[in-house]
């Protein structure tokens, strides 16, 4: 039996027009911060990716930095102005919430100076955060209010419209491999006349804000995917995996009562099942699907191996055996609808099992 992939939240496949990118980028030889021919030809090739960048987002050329990817490019939450604080959403990525750890943020201050950091679209769930309005000046946050708001983009990008220019928000942190571009490789958006000390420090590299030699052949890949994401997204690709993402919703409900789909009836990301089956625990089913020919998660594949409930799902209201049940199934554009239909068969026969050792 040929293996079914279902875990793109994690990572997607390489895009053959990401492969040949960095194929062409591979020959370069320079340095891009060289001034001789050389150097100018590698340099051209990170500021056309900027630029497939920025029109992808809907941003400035000059408000795209290049990063190893998301994680990195949140750590613009401690690199803003001296003194500033950070209030993290409770459902955003362990990315954002890292920085709030490392900095011990535990209480919002109401002073000048500080951010909200919030996803835009849940990579457990899939659900769609309402981003918030601006009012006076900052942004609302339950009882606390901030200046600037930087945004988790990360699972948004190609697969639901975004426009850094429109969204409000100050900075967006995403990763390449998410979109079928290399894996190591991202980006900060930075809104334009907003001071931040250095990400790294050195040789004054992505103008100023990132030092060190940039990831060339990566940055290519980065460019080239995210401008054949957004043609799929124009192309009203997404549609069809959504179709196919409730077939496999609709054939587990009709044969079981006992089974959680987490914010069906809110807005989701097209192609995010995250499926709660209250007692049987998540990282079982990972296993028994994997053994079936199956490539899910039990949430975020950056917290993968962790026994533990999920943080998102109890923010959200969920107990913790609901919690501990949780498996993700997220879906790619190379997913068919006979894809879907066999998982479903598998994890129904699965559930069928586990139902009768409890009885």
Known sequence: MSRIYLDYNATAPLRPEARAAMCAAMDIVGNPSSVHAEGRAAKGVIELARRQVAQAVGCMPQEVIFTSGATEAARVLSATAEGCDVLVDETAHDALWAQARMHNWTEWPHGP??????G???SETGVINALPEKRDGQFPFGKARADWLCL???????RIPFSFAWSGADMAVLSAHKLGGPKGVGALILRQGIDIA???????QEMGRRSGTENVIGIAGFGAAIEAAMQDLADGKWQDIE?????LEKTIEESTKETIFVGKS?????????????GWKGETQVMQMDLAGFAISAGSACSSGKVKS???????GYNDSQAASAIRVS?????????????????LAAEKKHRARLA
């Open 331 to 347: 879906l790619g554009l190379q997913t068919t609808e006979d894809d879907v239909r066999q998982f479903a068969n598998s994890w």
């Open 198 to 204: 250095p990400l790294n420090v050195g040789g004054g």
């Open 113 to 118: 100076g500080h951010t909200l950091a919030m």
């Open 266 to 278: 809110e807005k989701r990301l097209p192609n995010t099942s995250c499926i709660l089956t209250s």
């Open 310 to 316: 999920s943080r998102v799902l109890s923010a959200m």
């Open 152 to 158: 988790d983009v990360t699972q948004a990008i190609g």
């Open 120 to 122: 835009l679209a849940n």
């Open 243 to 247: 179709k196919i993402r409730n077939i």
